[in-house]
């Protein structure tokens, strides 16, 4: 902003887009502009417009996906509508950039909460013998009132594991007290890997086998499918406590040849038919489209599932 500040021609609109909590672009930008000495609204425009892209989403990209935007002024709010729509189908003008803000913070944690949701409900799901992924298609078979949420080993990327957390900063700092539902999803989503894990010796303890010593496979690493992104990827946390617990790890992702986890480096497996094979225990962590899941499950000695992909009778799944 500083930079900007010093670099500003006359009726320039600067637009936020990175995703923080409310209040910034008015209460941090808005000051650093001034300070140069232009003028709002005079010598430069400002507005708020949440990015919204999702990678390696076939259908929505930047044009055709609303743009929501939101100025500290009227005027702002006009000149960011007229540069969006030069390239975007649908432009959204929200009241202010406070409003745009919080719009972008409220749809991650809509889907951070919901993903809390269905992530507790696979725990006791399992405790009490019920399919939770069948329980979950037979819900969305309702055509008004639900949205069909899947449980993981827990979420990654760069928004949800992030962006409710601005949120709930600002609650606190401006009221004094916690935003509730925030911090209880992320203390569900954020036990995830350990209880992935915690399957994971428990089916090898069916077999008699420990942990400890055991080959453990781990498919895909990336936070989401058919792209290479590894930005908080649960798969870190999970590759972690396997091997506080002294697994032997292996990895595979079409996306991904080499892994990092903590100090350690990791060489994809060359051959995955026979690391499958060869392997304790095979743990799904992320669906690539490639991956034949069920020729995979049925090559493995053990499979454990934590997407829902598997049918076979012989995959343990979330």
């Not at 390696?56 to 609303?66: D, H, Q, V």
């Not at 939101?70 to 929200?94: I, L, M, N, R, W």
Request: with cysteine; proline share 5%; charged share 25%.
């Amino acid at each position: 902003m500083r930079t900007i500040a010093q670099n500003i021609s006359k009726k320039t609109a600067v637009i936020l887009e990175s995703t923080t909590y409310p209040g910034t672009t008015e209460e941090l930008c808005l000051p650093i502009l001034e300070s140069a000495g232009k003028k709002l609204d005079e010598d430069f425009h400002l507005a708020f417009s949440p990015e919204r892209i999702d990678p390696g989403n076939k259908i929505y990209g930047l044009k055709n996906t609303p743009k929501v935007v939101g100025g500290v002024t009227q005027e702002s709010t006009k000149a960011a509508v007229d540069f969006y729509s030069q390239f975007v189908d649908t432009v959204v003008p929200a009241k202010g950039a406070k409003e745009a803000e919080t719009a972008k913070l409220l749809e991650n944690t809509y889907r951070h909460i919901n993903i809390a949701l269905v992530n507790e409900m696979s725990k006791f799901c399992h405790e009490l013998n019920i399919d939770l992924w069948d329980v979950i298609n037979a819900a969305k078979t309702k055509p008004f009132g639900f949205q069909a949420f899947y449980p993981g080993p827990g979420v990654g990327g760069h928004c949800i594991p992030i962006d409710p957390n601005y949120l709930s900063y600002q609650v606190r700092k401006s009221l004094g007290y916690p935003f509730r539902f925030v911090e209880l999803a992320e203390e569900i989503n954020n036990s995830m890997p350990r209880y992935v894990v915690d399957r994971v010796q428990a089916q090898l303890n069916n077999d008699q086998l420990a942990l400890s010593g055991a080959t453990v496979l781990i498919l895909g690493v990336t936070y989401k499918p058919n792209i290479a992104d590894q930005r908080e990827s649960p798969a870190t946390d999970v590759a972690k406590e396997l091997v506080a617990r002294g697994a032997v790890l292996q990895f595979h992702d079409p996306m991904v040849a080499d892994w990092k986890v903590a100090d350690a480096s990791y060489e994809r497996v060359g051959d995955l038919e026979a690391a499958t094979a060869n392997a304790e225990i095979v743990l799904l962590l992320q669906n690539h489209s490639s991956y034949d899941v069920e020729a995979l499950a049925a090559k493995s000695k053990r499979f454990f599932d934590t997407r829902g992909a598997s049918a076979s009778a012989s995959a343990e799944r979330l």
